[in-house]
């Protein structure tokens, strides 16, 4: 829909401006088929299908014969594969993630260590890890104590706060090593379910899963449910909820004995404690919260994540706290700061320019969005038609997610279903800012949501000016301007009217 109108390079497919092979826009269907998420942006297709190149030419370059005469059969490559402890877990129908295993159970050490889970730098990135392989791949332990001595051996690129280094020692610890040095030496049998040796994944893995979802909110610590996300993946039968906005461990700067730590540690404090008792939705605490706040942004104070107390209380679909915060005077379109902005590196750039509007919208919650946009929030959240920001309006994700109680919302308070934020002058963007999303018309039909379509088609393509007049309103102009000018010739003198004849003759 878009290149249809457009020049020659977005003319082209998203394949072939992006260089691969297999079709991007099957990939999106399936994605969106199979519910992957609310939301499925195009980029997200994009680097799935590349992914997916990519492991298949990771697949063929080590599974070759190293004998260039010899066929690669169906065999052959089974063959590879099944003693290749990088690819044989990952193409394994398994609902939970199998790595660092070969076909017998056996462990096997990647070829290369992660730099996602271990922390080599750049220039010791082409040398191997001077670790040891029993560090590397150890699958239980006996103590906490000795997890933390092979973590610190380690050196995770984000360091494990210590509840998370206790939550991966209860997904890691062994009875039998735990009591195995005791003196009187009787094994000690505990009523526990010891997960068989099989399924338990290295503690290289763990790091590298766990690091995975920290990475991706851009967290400077691992906390505990960065462990249970990567539980939920890596063992069977282990399951959770999956990690909501807004809930984030706070970090702490160690104490160095500087006034200036001493201060940023109880203003770190200090807002969270404010946060907490302005989310607890009762007035009398709100204004106590506003106390512990900056002078400058009150109740608009954003924390570490570029949240405000009003985007958490929309988050969260808690209408009496979002009530209460509004009406103590929170502002509606405050927006969460691209990552770029200072004292804000832990900011999703998926969320950039985001209102509590849009936080409401994308989690679907109806009686918050009714809220804000009957308090009078901008129904096109942080996007606004004169700026170019790489966002997403809260239309936008509506239409992804198929929620038509919220589309019908914002359509009804003036939202343009054919607004796009997308900055179409370049084909590639920093990691940071490739967002920006084509329309909420393109994103419904996109996402298979005939419903939506349906509903956004019938919208008119823009509120009607009252500055322009309709031709009616002209003809009924022209007739009042007529008939008054026909009463002046009425009335009128001879001698005047004469005169005014000859002028204009």
């Not at 020049?7 to 401006?17: A, E, F, N, P």
């Not at 063992?235 to 984030?248: A, I, K, N, T």
């Not at 461990?249 to 770190?268: L, M, P, Y």
């Not at 209380?313 to 509606?332: E, R, V």
Request: include cysteine.
């Amino acid at each position: 829909m878009l290149a249809v109108s457009g020049d020659c390079t977005l003319k082209q497919s998203k394949s072939s401006r992006a260089g691969l092979q297999m079709q991007v826009g099957r990939f999106h269907r399936w994605m969106s088929d199979v519910n992957l998420a609310r939301f499925i942006h195009e980029y997200a297709a994009v680097y799935l299908c590349a992914g997916i190149e990519n492991l298949l030419e990771e697949i063929l370059l080590q599974c070759l014969p190293s004998d260039s005469d010899a066929n690669l059969t169906a065999t052959l490559l089974e063959h590879a594969i099944a003693n290749n402890g990088d690819l044989w877990g990952l193409l394994q129908p398994y609902a939970h993630l199998n790595a660092g295993r070969i076909a017998s159970g056996a462990l096997s050490l990647p070829r290369w260590a992660s730099v996602s889970s271990v922390g080599n730098s750049s220039r010791d990135s082409g040398r191997t890890s001077s670790l040891p392989e029993p560090s590397l791949m150890t699958t239980c332990v006996g103590s906490l104590q000795e997890l933390q001595d092979l973590i610190s051996r380690m050196k995770p690129r984000i360091p494990l706060c210590p509840k998370a280094i206790r939550t991966l020692f209860y997904f890691m610890r062994c009875s039998q090593l735990e009591h195995g040095d005791q003196s009187n030496g009787h094994a000690v049998q505990e009523l526990c379910y010891e997960r068989a040796y099989v399924v338990l994944p290295p503690l290289v893995e763990w790091l590298r899963v766990a690091t995975a979802h920290g990475e991706h909110r851009f967290a400077a610590i691992l906390d505990k449910d960065d462990i249970m996300q990567a539980a939920r993946l890596l063992l069977p039968g282990v399951d959770c909820p999956v990690r909501s906005l807004g809930e984030e461990a706070v970090r702490v700067r160690k104490n160095t004995g500087s006034e200036e730590d001493h201060v940023e540690a109880t203003n770190q404090i200090q807002v969270e404690l404010a946060f907490r008792l302005m989310l607890t939705g009762r007035p009398e605490l709100i204004q106590q919260a506003i106390h512990l706040l900056p002078v400058c942004s009150r109740l608009d104070t954003l924390n570490t994540q570029g949240h405000t107390a009003l985007m958490l209380a929309a988050i969260h679909n808690d209408d009496t706290t979002l009530s209460a915060l509004l009406d103590a005077g929170a502002s509606l379109d405050t927006e969460t700061p691209p990552p770029s902005t200072p004292h804000f590196v832990a900011v999703n750039g998926e969320n950039q320019h985001w209102t509590a509007l849009t936080y409401a919208a994308a989690k679907g919650h109806v009686r918050c969005t009714r809220i804000l946009l009957e308090r009078g929030a901008s129904v096109e959240g942080g996007a606004v038609a004169s700026e170019e920001k790489i966002t997403l309006t809260p239309l936008q994700v509506a239409c992804g997610s198929g929620n038509v109680d919220i589309v019908s919302l914002l359509c009804a308070h003036g939202a343009q279903p054919f607004f796009s934020t997308q900055i179409k002058d370049t084909l590639s963007y920093s990691a940071s800012t490739q967002r920006g999303c084509y329309s909420a018309i393109s994103v419904a039909a996109a996402h298979g949501h005939r419903v939506v379509l349906q509903k956004l088609l019938a919208q008119p393509l823009s509120p009607v000016n009252k500055e322009v007049l309709s031709l009616e309103e002209m003809l009924a102009e022209g007739k009042c301007i007529y008939s008054r000018f026909k009463t002046f010739f009425t009335k009128t003198p001879d001698t005047l009217r004469n005169i005014l004849r000859n002028k204009n003759s």
